[in-house]
């Protein structure tokens, strides 16, 4: 079963613009969210992070924000740029025990066109 | 130098063949992962480790074994490889030392059982 879901495989806009990756949970129980990054042959890479307390988190040009009622997350990028083009993960994890269950959805690829 | 490093890069190898998975870091950190990534399902987690004598299993550990050789060092087995383990595998490290911490990835091994 998979409790993170990203449901767009892909995402195509323009430079300058917002980019919005979107990303559905179904585990109550998961407390932090984190998207990470990922380009081609390379690892995916920590971008931003959210606690269930919190609904909102900025860093820069990247913003995410928690719905908890209805369990969806969202990274907001603006304005995008040529270099955002990569896979975007979502994950979600339950405690500070459970760290180890972090769960992720499929991704989503953004391009960025100039 | 990369913080996690995983060899090989890419492997092929034929059905039946045991082969290891190496991975490497240099950050510190106490927790290890194994994770492999596969088309529209993202990253599914085969095994961890929070210490070198602590290793647990994740979602997805059938056809699998690890050994945590030192706090820096985390190998993946396949005794007997089969098509279906062809994926891109992931190593992670994390801290273990807060509460809702970050995974740091290494580049990937690129698998192809043939």
């Known amino acids: 079963d998979q409790q993170v879901k990203q449901n767009s495989p892909s995402l195509s806009v323009q430079e300058g613009r917002i980019s919005i990756l979107n990303c559905d949970y179904t585990n109550s129980m998961f407390d932090y969210f984190l998207w990470y990054k990922k380009y081609p042959a390379e690892g995916p890479t920590f971008l931003i992070s959210?606690?269930?307390?919190?609904d909102k988190n900025e860093d820069g040009r990247f913003t995410v924000f928690l719905n908890k009622s209805a369990k969806h997350l969202s990274l907001h990028i603006v304005p995008s740029q040529p270099g955002d083009s990569a896979v975007y993960f979502c994950a979600a994890s339950a405690g500070y025990w459970n760290n180890n269950d972090m769960r992720f959805g499929a991704g989503t690829r953004l391009t960025v066109k100039p | 130098d990369a913080d996690v490093t995983q060899t090989p890069r890419n492997r092929i190898t034929k059905t039946g063949k045991r082969i290891m998975l190496e991975c490497s870091q240099t950050k510190g950190h106490d927790r290890m992962y194994w994770y492999r990534q596969d088309p529209g399902l993202g990253l599914r987690l085969i095994y961890y480790s929070f210490d070198v004598k602590d290793i647990n299993k994740g979602e997805i550990s059938d056809g699998y074994s690890v050994s945590r050789q030192a706090q820096a060092k985390f190998s993946l087995s396949l005794e007997s490889a089969i098509p279906n383990q062809t994926a891109l595998y992931f190593c992670?490290?994390?801290?273990?030392?807060?509460?809702?911490?970050?995974?740091?990835f290494g580049p990937g091994t690129r698998l192809l059982v043939l």
């Open positions: 992670a490290t994390s801290p273990g030392r807060r509460y809702q911490e970050t995974q740091y």
């Open positions: 959210i606690s269930s307390i919190k």
